[in-house]
């Protein structure tokens, strides 16, 4: 007999098993179909795992029917209970689950379809297709590099895109050679993507001479990864984790994260907010505004901006989404982007009318970002309350080096890159700990010696002396002040600790933010205390 009182709640740890065993996952038992009405409040596993929705577990037809396959045989030694959508994700996870069978497909759909698998397998996050007059090639983007990886004829990309515009569902009604346009793929459209992808973002560019450019970016669904990503897996170090943490307790404010386009905002933003929801016990209404969503986010409900017809059109409808937002019950609201003056306005305004507020902004800077408030016009008096600009975050990817095949870097490492001799003296004379270059030839665990993406970070939880600082126009003893008394690390100083951890190599971080002279020497000897 069933005992339902054992019942116990499926943990993260549990659910991973569930996936890696999800072949188990049965659609019917001996002559009996599992119906889709059961298949959405239950998962019956053939060795006897079974998960039923919470809200279910006293389900009469559901218990006569699970006593029914008792009676034929199947005995349940684990029952857990589970959400509906952590029901659905456990039938998508198969991969030969009915309806998912490709065989109905167009040639060119299955080659959309392995294209886009293909470079889900290689962990790309974007794959780019660019046509000339005769051939085409494709390329993917892997840990931040354009990868080369074959010619097609054009004629047979030409289709390809046409393929891919058509497959979306999210799109302009007909597909345009010689104008730029938008589309989004996701698994409810006539593609069958990988498991791994939750959607692709595409973008389609007219080249000289009849050509065409697409542009896929892979958003990858973290409910098949082994494990939850968090905050420490995206490279923030414990100390800017503790600020992190004090600004998602704040009641209200506005919080910004800054970076050029790829630096990782959007994913950043969804671990703040679910981090959020999960420390609040799922009792806080977050509402985000995006152009359009990039990312499933846990306990936040996602108002779509979508195929504006112009620039105008699309600002319009951002700020009305806010506004909707605004007017609909939120503790948390998170704008993707704060795009203009119109939107920043608005932002404020959340801020000071109780919210919590993050979004996010293209600066090069943390400071940066002040200048970019003042050059759209934010007024003084908003710029320099620590109650409102609660915080400020600035963040890069760099390629992590694989930990099981990096290399020690020999003396004239950087010499080899092009790099100066002055440069390498500023790179190494602080650091007591051997440094790591990637291994070009990689090993099993890797591609190319590197493991993925980590970000360099700083972040500013200001205060009023600080605010008044930047208002100044004292930049310089407004750096002092956050780094010498707010806990502060710069980009460069994250990059240093990350070096002399194994993390990175010097050659990558400099590459990417530049070299480290702005370190002082007081500051070198303040960072040892801090590694890892």
């Known amino acids: 007999m069933i005992t339902f009182e054992k019942i116990v709640d499926l943990d993260e740890t549990s659910l991973n098993q569930l996936f890696s065993n999800s072949n188990e996952i049965l659609f019917s038992y001996r002559d009996m179909e599992i119906s889709e009405s059961l298949r959405k409040i239950c998962v019956i596993f053939g060795n006897g795992v079974l998960v039923i929705e919470r809200s279910n577990i006293s389900n009469s037809r559901l218990r006569a029917f699970l006593m029914i396959c008792e009676r034929k045989g199947l005995k349940f030694e684990h029952i857990y209970s589970a959400d509906m959508s952590t029901i659905r994700i456990l039938y998508e996870s198969v991969e030969d689950a009915p309806g998912k069978d490709i065989s109905d497909e167009q040639p060119m759909e299955k080659m959309a379809s392995a294209l886009l698998t293909e470079g889900a397998q290689r962990k790309a996050s974007d794959i780019h297709i660019k046509i000339n007059q005769h051939e085409a090639e494709i390329i993917f983007r892997i840990n931040g590099d354009m990868l080369r990886i074959r010619q097609i004829e054009s004629s047979l990309a030409h289709s390809l895109l046409s393929t891919f515009y058509n497959a979306a569902d999210n799109a302009d009604a007909t597909y345009k050679l010689y104008e730029y346009q938008a589309a989004r793929i996701t698994n409810s459209g006539r593609l069958n993507l990988p498991n791994e992808l939750q959607s692709v973002r595409l973008q389609f560019n007219p080249l000289s001479a009849g050509g065409r450019y697409m542009i896929g970016r892979l958003l990858y669904a973290e409910r098949f990864s082994t494990k939850k990503v968090e905050l420490s897996d995206m490279g923030f170090h414990p100390v800017q984790i503790k600020l992190l943490r004090s600004l998602m307790r704040k009641p209200e404010g506005i919080n910004i994260v800054a970076g050029p386009t790829g630096s990782g905002k959007s994913t950043t933003l969804k671990l703040i907010l679910e981090s959020i929801y999960k420390e609040k016990n799922k009792k806080v209404n977050i509402m985000s505004i995006e152009d359009p969503p990039e990312y499933q986010i846990e306990g936040t409900s996602q108002l779509p901006v979508t195929n504006a017809e112009s620039e105008e059109e699309r600002e319009n409808a951002y700020s009305k989404a806010i506004v909707s937002a605004l007017r609909s019950d939120p503790d948390i609201i998170m704008p993707g982007e704060a795009r203009d003056a119109s939107v920043i306005n608005l932002v404020f305004t959340a801020a000071m009318t109780g919210h919590q507020v993050w979004t996010s902004i293209h600066a090069n800077s943390a400071i940066g970002v002040f200048d970019r408030l003042k050059d759209q016009r934010v007024e003084a008096y908003k710029l320099t309350d620590p109650n409102l600009m609660t915080g400020v975050i600035s963040q890069r990817l760099v390629k992590r080096l694989c930990p099981h095949c990096k290399v020690p870097m020999i003396d004239d490492g950087l010499v080899r890159y092009g790099f100066s001799s002055s440069t390498i003296l500023s790179c190494f004379n602080f650091i007591a700990r051997e440094t790591f270059e990637h291994n070009a030839s990689g090993c099993s665990h890797c591609i190319g010696g590197y493991n993925g993406r980590t970000a360099l970070i700083e972040i500013i939880v200001p205060d009023f002396t600080f605010l008044d600082l930047i208002s100044r126009g004292q930049r310089q003893e407004a750096n002092e002040h956050w780094l010498n008394n707010l806990n ?45």
């Open 488 to 532: 502060g690390i710069s980009i460069y100083e994250h990059a240093w600790l990350k070096i002399a951890d194994g993390v990175i190599s010097p050659y990558d971080a400099l590459l990417r933010i530049g070299d480290f002279t702005l370190i002082t020497e007081d500051r070198k000897k303040k960072l040892m205390e801090l590694l890892l």
